[in-house]
């Protein structure tokens, strides 16, 4: 069962005067289990609505609308099902001590797949989960697929069960659902003709399987080397070209990339990163593939229509990888629009050298490096590094930075040019 968290206004749900805490029971004789039952359910223009309050009392409203309208009402957050694999390269293990508790809390949710485009391995799906995923449509899904190989996906999920991942993706697409596919890259366990083995599988499962990016594994100083290390230059550049070798394939016979490289692995392996054209329709920017390029162009696109900004000292916060590819366009904002910028480069002492993206970015080290190298009028923090409570990863609060930079004005930026227009 699900609870009503909020009654939207100019809705059926306050017309009925539906109370904040109801439970919804079932919707046409059948269990409300969770928010994606639903949305699936309510989307009928019958409904037979089964409601127990707070108070224990019990009604069945029975409404007539417009097919897909919805009743109006915002849902407490579902329990979330954890994942039970042991993964060599798990992010849990790469943990501090004193991390924030959400930070522990490993999801294996496919509703968080379907709503989210968070990427499951369906390992804890059983029979009665993938009847719900075909009768319920729910696509596309996000799947963390790493090796097609039977052995070689259990040696890296640390389960037997995780051998069966081709026979489920041909399941799921043989009923009409799609899929996007990852594979996180660990030298020595999965790449080189592993990965060409991946790469062929699952393009052979078909048109469905919309896509596979390839990203490097990610590692703090609490999990490198156990079991699992780095990608070397070389090795980044290897699979960059086995990525290749599948585009072009995919370009000649289904005219898409499909398969894609995170940004991390052009930067690893020391070559340009690659032309818009490179990124099809941008499935997956959230998987960092196309993130940087975006940001780029957005710059291009934007500092020409900038106003001047007259000798203002902006400082533009970023991680240790972003920061050579961010200092050209500090550079061609003093040019262009008499700017005094500057990158303000911030390592990561959260989870050490080996985590350079911007969006982990510790609110203890934001607050250390403009300190360091201000004062300044404005600084642009990535938004990315912000959770939904606007809390840093190390759980530092973003009005704690705000207050020890004042009076800089700080501000929270998806892009530069759009973030000191409006600041």
């Known amino acids: 069962m699900v609870r009503i968290a909020h009654v939207l206004p100019g809705t059926i749900a306050e017309e009925l005067e539906l109370e904040i805490g109801t439970r919804v029971v079932r ?10 039952d639903f949305r699936f359910l309510e989307a009928d223009a019958s409904l ?19 097919p897909g309208e919805p009743l109006g009402v915002a849902l407490a ?14 992010f849990i293990d790469g943990n501090p001590n004193g991390a924030r508790r959400s930070l522990w809390l490993k999801d294996d949710d496919f509703r968080l797949s379907f709503t989210y485009g968070t990427y499951v391995t369906l390992t ?20 963390s697929v790493h090796a097609t190989e039977p052995d070689v996906r259990m040696r890296l999920l640390g389960v037997a069960r995780g051998g069966d991942i081709l026979a489920q993706l041909r399941r799921l697409t043989s009923e009409g659902l799609e899929v996007h596919t990852q594979v996180v890259l660990c030298p020595g366990w999965n790449d080189g003709a592993h990965l060409d083995r991946t790469i062929d599988d699952l393009w052979d499962v078909g048109p469905r399987a919309l ?18 290390r780095q990608l070397a230059s070389h090795e980044a550049a290897a699979a960059i070209a086995q990525v290749e070798r599948a585009r072009v394939r995919a370009q000649r016979e289904r005219d898409t990339g499909w398969a894609y490289c995170a940004d991390e692995m052009f930067y690893l392996a020391g070559l340009p990163l690659p032309a818009a054209e490179y990124y099809d329709d941008w499935p997956l920017t959230e998987n960092g593939v ?29 991680g240790t990888r972003m920061a050579t590819v ?5 550079e061609r904002l003093n040019a262009r629009r008499g700017a005094h910028a500057s990158i303000v480069t911030v390592e990561n002492g959260y989870f050490g050298h080996t985590v350079t993206t911007a969006g982990l970015l510790p609110g203890a080290d934001v607050q250390s490096a403009i300190a360091r190298d201000g004062p300044f009028d404005v600084v642009l923090i990535p938004a990315e590094s912000l959770n939904d409570d606007d809390h840093f990863i190390d759980d ?9 930079a004042s009076p800089a004005h700080i501000v929270a930026a998806h892009e530069i040019t759009s973030a000191l227009a409006a600041a």
Do not use: M, W
């Open 211 to 228: 896509s596979l990016s390839v990203v490097p594994v990610g590692l703090t100083r609490y999990n490198l080397n156990r079991p699992v």
């Open 124 to 143: 804890n799906l059983g029979e009665r989960g993938f009847e719900r995923l075909i009768e319920q449509r729910l696509s596309p899904l996000y799947v």
């Open 77 to 90: 957050p579902d329990a979330v099902r954890q994942c039970s694999n042991k993964c060599v390269f798990c």
């Open 27 to 36: 919707i046409n004789g059948a269990p409300v289990r969770d928010g994606v």
């Open 396 to 404: 530092v609060p973003f009005h704690a930075v705000v207050a020890s």
């Open 290 to 318: 196309g993130a940087v390029r975006t940001l780029l162009d957005a710059f291009d696109a934007g500092v020409g229509a900038l106003p001047p900004q007259h000798g203002r000292r902006i400082g533009i916060v970023t």
């Open 326 to 330: 961010l200092q050209p366009l500090a």
């Open 48 to 66: 037979e609505v089964e409601l127990a309050t707070e108070r224990g009392e019990r009604y069945l409203f029975e409404i007539e609308k417009d």
